[in-house]
């Protein structure tokens, strides 16, 4: 069974583009790996790239509307239908412009 133990880095700026790079268990190269950044109100996918059994990278996608405190749970999947259900999140920042 495939599994994500952990992800690094845990953040990303909303414009995206973090390569994370994602641990776990039993990832194969199968060509349609896709990891789910999965928010309480959206989902968004983005494909991951196969480094080893226990190692894939993946961009963070860029977010347009999110709460202050955006953390989705990323969740893979090596068939891009079944997904993991680990619960290993990222939190999302903006910049903040002071006035």
Request: cysteine-free.
């Amino acid at each position: 069974m495939v599994q994500v133990d952990s992800i690094s880095p845990r953040y990303s700026p909303i414009e995206g583009g973090t390569t994370l790079t994602v641990s776990g268990k039993n990832f194969t190269d199968t060509g349609t790996i896709q990891a789910a950044f999965i928010g309480s109100n959206v989902t968004i996918y983005s494909p991951a790239t196969f480094i080893s059994s226990t190692t894939l990278l993946v961009k963070s996608p860029a977010v347009s509307m999110i709460d202050n405190d955006f953390s989705p749970d990323v969740e893979i999947s090596l068939n891009s239908q079944q997904f993991t259900n680990n619960g290993v999140h990222i939190n999302y920042y903006g910049i903040i412009i002071a006035t």
